[in-house]
């Protein structure tokens, strides 16, 4: 698999747009929703995405298929310096493949050669989503405590 | 979604000088002097121009800590004051004090917090969640109560203020054109050992909600709780 920035070209564009994670629960709903109609604005949203660094990133299998969606920036939302998770979302034809698995681990890579003020990790997760936070807790994340209406995950890099 | 009210996390020396010497006379110079003659030199996160006269025209601001510093300086507590100074120096070096450093340039002497917090993409929020997080890993050495809320109603001195957990507070009114009506307010009630107490009354500012993150809300500090589970040995990822 192949962790890259998303581009403003026409083909990013279009397949972001396209991306499909959610199996029909609300929360993936909510998920898919933001991917394909609020990312974008989210990583152009100036000068927020300067200063707190975002970062919106596809992740390709070995064919060049969207497999995955990630974005990150540094954290503002607690009083912890690090890398804050946004989104990870698998694609529904890549799930149940180990991909869970490795996206993380490939994320985790990345996010050890870029310039932070930190090594600690954060996200929110909702509370029945618990498919994402066995991904996460299998990567080592562990749950902090509640942040609107959410599980506030920490992991550390 | 619901605003989070932060108190603004820089200090000018005016206020350094008012909190050195309370109700009395003390020009800035000589407030920043006691500091720097005990060790606690205050690091300047901006330096703004006001003049073409260089040095002599200026208005510099430091990280809202070196206020504690100086509170704890006048009343010798040189143990917590050190400790302050630390975090005081460590905030000024922030990725955050450096965005906002530039952006103080342009912001003229009394800056418009959610104008600077806007400009800045947050950084104004940042640096005053870490402050504020870092005044509460020292409470036990700060020798004050504090909260943040607005002022609702001004009259015969006084000024109503409704405090972020909905409690009706009384304070002396604020002598500042900044702090009136309907401003937030962070008040420090600072403990002597007479018994009595002073009521210090600085501007604090609602911090800025973000209309594209995926889960909408404001920041908070973490809980001692929270902190303390992270102080444990971190789960190794990957």
Known sequence: MNLRPFTASEVDTARLAEFRCSTGAVFEDEVEDWI????????????????QRRALNLVEDDDGALAAVVAWQDIVRIDRDGIWIEVLAVATDHQHRGIGRQVPALVTDQLRGIER??????????????RSRQMLTGAGWVILGRLDDHDLMIGRL | MSLVLLPFPLAKSTELAEVMRPGGHLRPDSALRALRDNGLPAAAVSVVPRSEQGAKGRAVWYSSLVVDVTRLLRVRDLDAARAVHEAATELANHRSARALAD??????????????????GGALTRLALLTASRREDLTARLHIDRFVGRVMAVESG?????????????????????????????????????????????PAFASDNDPNQRVRGGPRLLTNDEKRRLGAPAPAVG
């Open chain 1, 36 to 51: 394909t109609r609020h990312a974008v604005a989210w990583a152009n949203d100036l000068p927020r995405a300067v200063f």
């Open chain 1, 117 to 130: 003020d930190g090594d600690e990790l954060a996200g929110l997760v909702r509370p029945d989503n618990d």
């Open chain 2, 103 to 120: 952006a103080l340039v342009g912001a003229g002497p009394e800056p418009d917090a959610a104008a600077l917090d806007e400009e800045t």
């Open chain 2, 158 to 202: 006084t000024a109503q203020v409704r405090t972020d957990d909905d409690r009706w507070v009384a304070i002396p009114a604020p002598t500042s054109a900044r702090i009136g009506l309907g401003a937030a307010v962070a008040v420090d009630i600072e403990r002597l050992d007479s018994g009595g107490s002073l009521t210090w009354v600085r």
